[in-house]
């Protein structure tokens, strides 16, 4: 009898490290790619003094991707909040407004639902908190009068409304180039 010893067998799994770094350069990517259409799309695209915000979209896409824990989000909130400062407006107040949505954004998609619904469900409401903190610090911060407060309702409901169409239309096929 001939005897034969088994070969070890050996499991494929992607080392921990290079799923951080795939996550961090995914994120940078779509944090650069919504500057860049704020810049360039926001500038074009001005419906009534209203200009899309293109990178909650993206932090909004890249949380949806990466599903990282709280304390990421919350980086990826900070890292939204540092690009949102190379554009006018008012300095600061977009740390507090973008850490706020990427975190409602990460608690959302805990929530049990179909991921293609909860995509659009959690981009506009990520998208509504962050455009409303944003409005309440603006007012709270530089005592604009409460006729700016009211204004920037319908501004920041377009804005949530814009930013889920464009996340539902993005999240399955970037999903899936993704997994590729």
Do not use: H
């Amino acid at each position: 009898m001939e005897k034969r010893t088994a070969e070890k067998r050996i499991v494929k799994t992607e080392n921990a490290n290079a799923v951080e770094i795939r996550n961090l350069i995914l994120t940078a990517v779509l944090l650069a790619a919504g500057a860049v259409l704020k810049f360039f799309a926001g500038s074009v695209i001005n419906i009534g003094g209203m200009k899309p915000n293109f990178i909650i979209a993206m932090y909004c896409l890249a949380i949806l991707l990466i599903r990282p824990n709280l304390l990421r989000a919350a980086i990826v909130g900070v890292l939204a909040g540092a690009v949102c400062q190379f554009f006018p407006g008012t300095p600061y107040i977009n740390f507090i407004s973008e850490i706020a949505g990427a975190l409602v954004m990460a608690l959302l998609i805990r929530i049990p639902m179909q991921r293609n619904i909860s995509s659009v469900v959690s981009t506009f409401l990520a998208t509504l908190v962050s455009g409303s903190l944003y409005t309440v610090s603006l007012f709270a911060f530089t005592g604009a009068a409460i006729e700016t407060l009211a204004a920037y309702v319908p501004i920041v409901l377009c804005t949530a409304l814009i930013n889920c169409v464009i996340v539902g239309m993005l999240y399955v096929p970037t999903r899936a180039a993704l997994k590729a």
